[in-house]
C-alpha cells in the first residue's frame, strides 16, 4: 500500500563538514566507518533494510564495511567516486564519477548497481541522460525542500517521476520543509513523524536520508556551527531506535530503494 513504506537511506561517504564550510582543504577521513558500522548494528537489531550511498573513496578504504552492508542484505548504490560536489565539475567529469563507480563496485564486490545520489544532492541539466548512458535505473538526488543554498528546489516535484528514462525517488520532505539529518538531529523525532504522517496521507512512501558520520561523536571544530555536529552518535542512534520502534508499531514497513523504484515500474508498466 502507498504510503505505508519507510527507506532509512545512509550516504557512506567521510565526513567533509569542516570541509564544505571552508575551514579545511581535505576530507576528515577519521569519521564516517565508525558511524556505518553503528547503523548496521542498529538496522540488524530492528531486522530492516535499507540502501546505503557509498563513495567510491570510502568503500576503497573500507571494503570489509560495504562487505558487511552486502551480507547484511542491505541494497549498495553509489554516491560518486570522489564525493565532489557535481555543480563544481564540467559535464565530462561528472560522466566519469557516474561510470567508474558504477564500474568499481560491480567489479570489486560482484553486485549490480542501480541507484544513485549526487553528493550534495547537486546535479547538472544532463544528470539524466549520463545516469541513463551508464545503466542507471533511478536516482535519489533531487531533495526538494525550502534549502538556503538552493531555494527554488522545493518547487520540485515531491512524488517519484520518470525523466529520460531514469525513476527519480525525491528524499522525502514535509509540505517542502527538510526532516532528514541535520535537521532531524537538532530539531528532534517530531519532525519525522510528522513527516511520515503527512506523506501517508498523500499516499507517498517515505525516503529519509543520513550520513553515516551522523552516528558517531563529531569534534568540535573552530568557525563550525554547532548545529552540524550537535547530537551525533549515541544521541542520534537513540533517535533513530525510537523513530523505528514508532513506526514498526504503527505498520509501517522498512525497505530498500530498489523496491520503491520495483514498485513504481509495476504500476508504470509502460516505462
Known sequence: ????????TIDAEFWDSPQYFGLAEEKNKQHGNKGCQAV??????FRIKSTFFVATEFAQQHPATIDRVIQAGHEVASHSCSHVRFDRLESAKR????NESKRFFEERFGIPIKGFRAPGNLIGRDHFLLLKGAGYQYDSSLH?????????DVFKSK???????????PISTLA???VSWVFMRNLGVWLARWAVSYNRMLARDLVLYFHSWDFEPLPAVPGLPRYVTRATGRDFLAMMAKLI????????????????VDEYLDYHSGL
Open 1 to 8: 500500500m502507498k504510503g505505508s513504506k519507510v527507506c532509512l
Open 40 to 45: 548496521l548494528d542498529l538496522f540488524g537489531d
Open 95 to 98: 560522466s566519469f564519477e557516474i
Open 144 to 152: 526538494p525542500a525550502l534549502l538556503p543554498h538552493r531555494p527554488f
Open 159 to 169: 512524488s517519484p517521476f520518470s525523466v529520460d528514462g531514469v525513476v527519480e525517488i
Open 176 to 178: 517542502g520543509l527538510p
Open 245 to 260: 520502534i514508532e513506526f514498526q508499531k504503527k505498520g509501517f514497513s522498512f525497505c530498500r530503494m530498489e523496491d520503491l
